[in-house]
């Protein structure tokens, strides 16, 4: 799914996506289904929303932001699935005053359970979206992440008062409301009713590694993917990914 332009943008995103691509495949099985319906809470311009759609999807977007929804809507034009990818202004706790209730295969909420009022009640919201059969797909920014990145770039006060913080933010500055482990995300995953399927870590070198190492080391970058990918399932590495990122099923699906 990266910009071929950008390959260091498969960095961030290519541990969710190979998850994500896996789960939609198994949804498509599972129905019986190729065309799948596909709800991303707080997508933005995109980012995931497009590739989904070049998969064959129908994907609703649902962002508070005018300015990400219009940027989607270009980018969905470029990529040629526009009558596959509709934009649609409103947020995570507001969300069935914009879409149906229970009429979604896949949901996705990435990035976004940093920045609502209520988590719980938002990411609650967030799989009512979904049928009786459906996944979750959920990424947020880790607790551990941020601690190590604070550490290692010297600002050590911060990356204690991260560490003490119940939000996990390392001063006010700090532009990310709140982080997470990986348990807080998994018993909100499961408070909503869902079984956690998987959890990864993801970026747990990528954002630590010095860029003048990736870019002109030949294989460099090919090989750091590779080890972001055999670390990302290994819980040990959880503790300090960037993000992580939780699998979550309906029993149902979960059964299928
Ligand atoms: C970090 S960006 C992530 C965008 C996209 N999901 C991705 O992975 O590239 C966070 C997005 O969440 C949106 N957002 C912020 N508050 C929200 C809320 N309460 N409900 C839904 N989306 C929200 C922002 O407008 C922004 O597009």
Redesign the pocket.
Same mark, same amino acid.
Request: cysteine-free; charged content about 20%; overall charge negative.
């Given at each position: 799914m990266s910009d071929p332009m950008r390959p260091r943008a498969a960095l961030r995103t290519a541990v969710v996506w190979e998850v994500l691509q896996e789960a939609i495949d198994r949804r498509v099985k599972a129905t019986g289904r190729e065309s799948l319906d596909v709800l $991303?809470? %707080? %997508? /933005? #311009?995109g980012?995931?929303a497009v590739p989904v759609a070049r998969l064959g999807h129908r994907v609703t977007v &649902? +962002?508070? #932001?005018p300015n @990400?929804l219009f940027a989607l809507e270009r980018r969905a034009a470029e990529a040629g699935v526009a009558d596959r990818v509709q934009g649609v202004q /409103? +947020? @995570?706790?507001g969300l069935f005053e914009v879409v149906e209730r229970g009429r979604y295969d896949v949901v996705?909420c990435? %990035? &976004?359970l940093?920045? &609502? $009022?209520d988590p719980a009640e /938002?990411i609650g919201n967030v799989v009512a979206a979904l049928r009786s059969e459906g996944v979750l797909s959920l990424?947020a920014s880790g607790l551990g992440g941020a601690v190590l990145a604070r550490a290692l770039a010297g600002h050590f006060k911060e990356a204690r008062q991260a560490l003490d913080d119940p939000d996990g933010r390392w001063g006010t500055g700090d532009p990310v409301p709140r982080r997470f482990t990986a348990d807080q995300l998994t018993a909100l995953v499961e408070g909503a009713g869902l079984a956690v399927a998987a959890v990864h870590g993801v970026r747990v070198f990528a954002d630590l590694v010095p860029g003048v190492l990736v870019d002109t080391e030949p294989g460099a970058l090919e090989a750091l993917l590779k080890l972001e990918e055999a670390a990302a399932e290994l819980p040990a590495f959880h503790s300090v990914a960037t993000q992580l990122h939780v699998l979550g099923e309906t029993r149902g699906a979960a059964e299928a």
């Open positions: $991303d809470t %707080g %997508g /933005g #311009s980012n995931f &649902v +962002d508070p #932001s @990400a /409103g +947020d @995570a706790h996705l990435h %990035g &976004v940093e920045y &609502v $009022d /938002g990424l």
